[in-house]
């Protein structure tokens, strides 16, 4: 047994240091290294790559480049990553639609939960559920008494079908009882609607949304996530509020199921590095994120990727959310 892990922890190491007479000449990293965001350049989760490819530069020692490949919720991003080397040099950054994938659409070109490994957990990306500032809802409970009064004719906007804050809205319904109907808003104009009244609520993205709420242009009525946002401190989460959902968006970092184990921690050290660096955690906050805090291991990460999945595929489920492609 003794002389079996000492020929697995030798072949781990060989695998990120290299063997023999190419160890001194050949460690991972040796190129490049490529962070593949699955969404458009100046998107919350593209800031982030920025900000950390910035940090990981000096820690790896070699460039680290930002790449966008947007397009079908994330997917498009995704599935390059998910068929790319197992080498560790093609690193998807996404956010959490990739956890409902698996449940809402009909065909992927990849399996989420197979073909990608997490690395690591960037940030939470809690969402608020706002109305406009001229609107007599001035609560989570006066809008849940006004579906009841009123049932099937409120509205409730969303960034697009099966994104995290449709299925935010469809838990709100589910778990309440009520139905707020669903207005997907697949190229922005949520947030002049319900500027405007024309729809009674949205549930959008903090790091787009906190400028409106904090201008008064928007009236913030909730946030999602086990805890209040440090940037809007007297919005109650949707728990506090009676709706015990916790689910939240977020930011992580993916490669190819079958990178080494080595490289993997070996990247998961450098995100962890970077995000505890002076300073990091203020931009983030800033941008409407919320760190991670205490920072996980890629191990972590997997995991409560798993549970987001899980958690997301109920809620999908139960709204009969489905997307032909």
Not at 7 to 33: C, K, Q
Not at 222 to 248: H, K, N, Y
């Amino acid at each position: 047994m003794i002389q079996r892990r000492q020929i697995l922890s030798g072949a781990a190491a060989a695998v990120l240091f290299g063997a023999g007479g190419a160890a001194a000449e050949d460690p991972y990293p040796n190129r490049t290294v490529t962070f593949l965001v699955a969404s458009s350049a100046g998107s919350g989760t593209d800031i982030v790559a920025r900000m950390l490819a910035e940090k990981m530069r000096d820690d790896l020692g070699k460039p680290v480049i930002v790449e966008n490949r947007p397009g079908a919720a994330g997917n498009i991003g995704a599935a390059y990553v998910a068929h790319a080397p197992k080498d560790g040099y093609t690193i998807l950054l996404t956010a959490g639609a990739l956890a409902i994938a698996p449940s809402v659409y009909e065909k992927l070109s990849y399996d989420p939960m197979k073909d990608l490994a997490g690395v690591a957990w960037l940030a939470t990306v809690p969402l608020i559920l706002v109305t406009s500032p001229k609107s007599s809802i001035g609560s989570m409970q006066e809008l849940l008494a006004a579906a009841k009064r009123e049932p099937d004719t409120l509205t409730f906007g969303s960034f697009g079908t099966a994104t995290p804050s449709h299925l935010a809205g469809e838990s709100i319904n589910q778990m309440a009882g009520i139905k707020l109907r669903h207005v997907p808003y697949n190229r922005g104009g949520a947030p002049m609607d319900t500027m405007s009244g024309i729809i009674t609520v949205s549930i959008l993205d903090a790091f787009s949304t906190m400028p409106l709420v904090q201008s008064g242009d928007l009236k913030a009525l909730a946030v999602t996530g086990p805890r209040r946002l440090q940037a809007l401190p007297d919005i109650p989460t949707l728990s506090e509020a009676g709706i015990p959902f916790e689910t939240v968006g977020w930011h992580g970092a993916f490669v190819p199921a079958g990178t080494p184990a080595p490289i993997i921690e070996r990247l998961n050290g450098a995100f962890v590095k970077a995000l505890s660096s002076p300073g990091m955690a203020d931009r983030i906050i800033a941008g409407g994120s919320v760190p991670i805090d205490p920072p996980v291991t890629a191990a972590q990460w997997e995991a409560q990727f798993q549970r987001d999945v899980a958690s997301w595929a109920k809620v999908a489920q139960a709204a009969n959310i489905k997307i032909k492609n």
